[in-house]
């Protein structure tokens, strides 16, 4: 399987996320909120690289959906370590992805793989997640003075987490009680 320049831009991505974890960790806002900024560009550069000259893989697919996921979550978990963000949320975000992807595995071990497809709300809460993430890094890293804004994001982003997971569980009951053709049974000669 080749790697094209998008999916290269993704590997970026993914490779940035313990740089960023340990910015954070190591107290330093600054530099962790730059390479934030800078992941959300290579994710707008590779999508439009991959879109506007057809490079779209299924592999960068993947790749972006878990470089999104992994730089978020790794976001939350260090924001929520130095108290920067509360850790309900932290748990929340973490929890709901975590069953999200338990919820797929299941599905494809009991050979009734569903597809990803994002709702709206789903689309929301990824919104919410980021734009919180960069109001505290910003906050952070330059004392802007947005603790009205980073409370009440909070708390539309817990609404919207728990929302999400909801619709995903329902999709996922709706999905695995359907039922599936019985596999065809050859002749035993």
């Known amino acids: 399987m080749n790697i094209n320049l998008p999916n290269f831009i993704t ?7 313990p740089f960023v974890f340990w910015l954070l960790l190591s107290g330093q806002p600054k530099a962790a909120f730059v390479l934030f900024v800078l992941a959300g560009i290579s994710d707008a550069v590779d999508g439009f690289l991959a879109k506007r000259f057809q490079m779209q893989t299924k592999l960068g697919a993947y790749l972006d959906a878990l470089a999104d996921k992994l730089l978020i979550v790794s976001i939350y978990i260090a924001l ?3 108290g920067q963000l509360p850790l309900w949320l932290v748990i929340a975000v973490v929890s709901r992805d975590l069953a999200i992807l338990a919820g797929f ?4 071990m009991l ?3 569903a597809e990803v497809k994002p ?8 919104t919410a997640q980021i734009v919180l993430a960069a109001v505290v890094l910003a906050d952070e890293g330059f ?11 909070a708390w539309l982003t817990g609404a919207l987490t728990f ?14 009680t359907q039922t599936q053709p ?4 050859g002749k035993v000669q």
């Open 80 to 82: 929520g370590a130095r």
């Open 105 to 108: 595995l299941l599905a494809w």
């Open 119 to 126: 709702v709206l709300i789903s689309k929301l809460n990824t």
């Open 11 to 17: 590997l970026g991505r993914v490779f940035s996320v």
């Open 163 to 176: 929302g999400s997971l909801a619709g995903y569980s329902k999709a996922w009951f709706a999905h695995m």
């Open 111 to 113: 050979n009734h793989p």
């Open 143 to 153: 004392a802007i003075g947005l603790e009205t804004l980073r409370w009440a994001l």
């Open 182 to 185: 019985a596999p065809a049974v």
